[in-house]
């Protein structure tokens, strides 16, 4: 099955840096990758995603970019505000059965 | 905004006791997943269903776990009996197309 790996498991930003998220999948055949972000003690909220057949998304402050070859996929966020301080999950789902697989987490803290 | 609906929020169980969690998904979609979210970690799929059908349940530890979705729309999962390493967020989510999957706000166990 599907191997997903996320680095780095903590990241601490000053207010108005950028944060990136790298998340790596073992399965070529995987063909979405969605982002979730996760507040203490609540669900976890779909931020941003991406098809295989694109290469970048962008969305606000929020941008996602996949390499097919390399296998790897990033999230960027820029201009980091304090409200962004929460986990944030990368997946990937596999093309044959739908099954979705998550990355450990990175718990992103932004410093005022 | 719909949203998908747990209950309960928190259950403490004594090991060896009988648990059961509830999902009801949002109206209209086909897909639901059961993930297991152990502090520290991404979720991990336990069951995924495509309307009353089990589509991949590889990961449900059969000899104590259990799940259903008779009707196709709302689920429950079962654990019995419940051990020690059995305490864990549970997540439900679902997806209309299988692709963006939205999740509930879980079912947080304590295995005493």
């Known amino acids: 099955g599907e191997n997903v790996e996320q680095h780095p498991s903590t990241l601490s930003v000053q207010e108005g840096d950028s944060a990136v998220i790298k998340c790596t999948y073992s399965?070529?055949?995987?063909?979405?990758f969605p982002w979730y972000k996760q507040e203490l003690g609540k669900r976890p909220q779909l931020i941003i995603d991406i098809r295989s057949n694109v290469g970048e998304k962008k969305d606000q402050r929020i941008a996602v970019t996949l390499n097919k070859t390399a296998k790897h996929f990033s999230l960027h966020i820029t201009e980091t505000q304090p409200e962004d301080s929460a986990v944030y999950f990368c997946?990937?789902?596999?093309?044959?059965?739908?099954?979705?697989?998550f990355g450990t987490g990175t718990s992103l803290t932004v410093i005022p | 905004e719909a949203e998908v609906a747990q209950s309960p929020r928190y259950k403490i169980t004594e090991k060896s006791q009988a648990v059961a969690f509830w999902c009801d998904p949002i109206?209209?979609?086909?897909?639901l997943y059961w993930y297991r979210q152990i502090l520290g970690q991404g979720p991990e799929l336990l069951v995924q269903?495509?309307?009353?059908?089990?589509?991949?349940d590889s990961q449900l530890p059969k000899d104590r776990f259990s799940a259903e979705r008779l009707k196709g729309v709302d689920s429950t999962l079962k654990i019995q009996p419940a051990e020690l390493g059995d305490s864990a967020m549970y997540l439900c989510?679902?997806?209309?197309?299988?692709?963006?999957?939205?999740f509930g706000p879980g079912t947080r166990l304590t295995v005493t």
């Open positions: 109206s209209g979609h086909a897909t």
């Open positions: 997946a990937a789902r596999e093309n044959t059965g739908n099954q979705f697989y």
């Open positions: 989510a679902s997806s209309l197309d299988a692709v963006e999957q939205y």
């Open positions: 269903f495509q309307d009353e059908s089990v589509v991949d």
């Open positions: 399965d070529s055949a995987s063909n979405y």
